[in-house]
């Protein structure tokens, strides 16, 4: 199969986040057109949400948060040994047959691939690693993307992978097709990031590298706590509609003049109802990932907004973000600096971290003196 169905949101961001240059942890870009410098915010590992007092009026603050989810590596498996040799029919609906994995390439354009290999227990059968994948244990491996997100491909066949998991998030696709070209088995998983697939991205993962158990496990694990932190937000979190936050993703990369909300079927509608917020996209009609609009925010009027963290640096932080859209600064988010951040590649990367990304982000934005 020679051809890719590369889902537009996930391409829009890869194409962004690439023509940018730009890594997770990308630097600001201070005082650009005509913005102030980047404010400075604390970056502390949130607390359980079940052990913080909410604020008893979800509106009653000020100022931008940073929201750190805290999640140490611990594999559900000590080392399995992978059943060999494995034949699967990927997201592309190609089969491919795995008989080696002992040198793993697990690439996406949030690191989700890789952390999830590592806890599956097959950390240490990595051999390079993408920009995103920067868990102190990765962080040691060779780069295989250059210029933010473009997949180098004499990086890749010098690591001498024996099989390469990953999506339609990285590119050129021409490396893709050049790898399987060069005998390397291929394995693309579901581009698709939300709340509803998660257990499901687990076992694309697991399931080629012969370890369907320890797939299970994770899967299970990684539900099961999901479920967990998801019941402590209802508990905080109002139930009235009415009384919800109205929040709306931005995704900006100042350098590049890129402006966009993220509306359904992007990702960030999962990630907005599972922290307890009004999912404004909804109401006003906004699909997929458009260019932001003063006629949108006029519309959305968001009492929150939730970035990537190097998309506000490179847009100079809250002030240089709201002299760029007057519009933002118009609505009750940009009148009260309500804005939470957190690490692009942990945001909506939807893998086994993702109930610690709920909770950092439900903290955040219910006790947010509690991570400042």
């Known amino acids: 199969m020679r051809t890719a169905a590369v889902p537009t949101v996930v391409l829009l961001v890869a194409g962004a986040l690439a023509s940018c240059g730009l890594s997770a942890k990308a630097g ?3 005082g650009a057109g005509g913005g102030s410098s980047t404010t400075a915010v604390a970056r502390q590992d949130a607390p359980p949400l079940a052990d913080v007092t909410p604020l008893s009026d979800v509106r009653d603050w ?7 989810a805290d999640a140490p590596i611990d594999p559900v498996a000590d080392d399995p040994e992978p ?3 494995t034949t699967v029919t990927d997201a592309q609906g190609t089969k491919v047959t795995v008989e080696d994995t002992s040198r793993i390439l697990a690439l996406d354009v949030y690191g989700t691939l890789s952390r999830t290999v590592f806890e599956l227990g097959l950390g240490d059968r990595l051999v390079g690693r993408d920009v995103s994948t920067e868990f102190d244990e990765a962080k040691g491996l060779p780069l295989v993307t250059q210029n933010g997100h473009d997949l180098n491909a004499e990086a890749i066949l010098g690591l001498d992978p024996t099989v390469i998991i990953t999506d339609t998030s990285l590119g050129p696709w021409d490396v893709v097709l050049q790898m399987r070209d060069a005998g390397i088995p291929v394995v693309v998983v579901d581009s698709d990031r939300t ?10 993962v697991a399931d080629p590298l012969g370890v369907p158990q320890a797939g299970d496990a994770l899967a299970q694990r990684t539900q099961r706590q999901i479920d967990q932190v998801t019941a402590q937000i209802a508990n ?11 929040m709306v993703f931005l995704y900006v990369r100042g350098q590049s003049g890129i402006y966009y909300m993220f509306g359904e079927g992007s990702g960030a509608d999962s990630l907005i109802d599972a922290i307890g917020g009004y999912d404004v996209a909804d109401e006003i009609g906004w699909n997929g990932m458009k260019p932001l609009t003063d006629e949108g925010l006029v519309a959305a009027q968001p009492d929150l907004v ?3 963290s190097a998309g506000l640096e490179s847009a100079g932080g809250v002030d240089g973000l709201l002299d760029r859209l007057p519009a933002l600064a118009n609505t009750p988010a940009g009148q009260h ?5 957190m690490d692009d590649s942990q945001i909506l990367g939807f893998g086994p971290i993702t109930a610690s990304v709920l909770n950092a982000l439900a903290v955040a934005a219910y006790a947010p003196e509690e991570v400042r």
């Open 28 to 30: 600001s870009e201070s």
């Open 62 to 68: 000020d100022g931008e948060v940073d929201a750190v």
């Open 83 to 85: 059943a060999l040799p």
């Open 195 to 204: 709340l509803d697939n998660v257990a499901e991205l687990i076992h694309q």
């Open 236 to 246: 905080v979190a109002p139930s009235d509609s009415g009384d919800k936050l109205r």
């Open 306 to 308: 939730l970035m990537m």
């Open 337 to 341: 600096r309500r804005f939470v951040t």
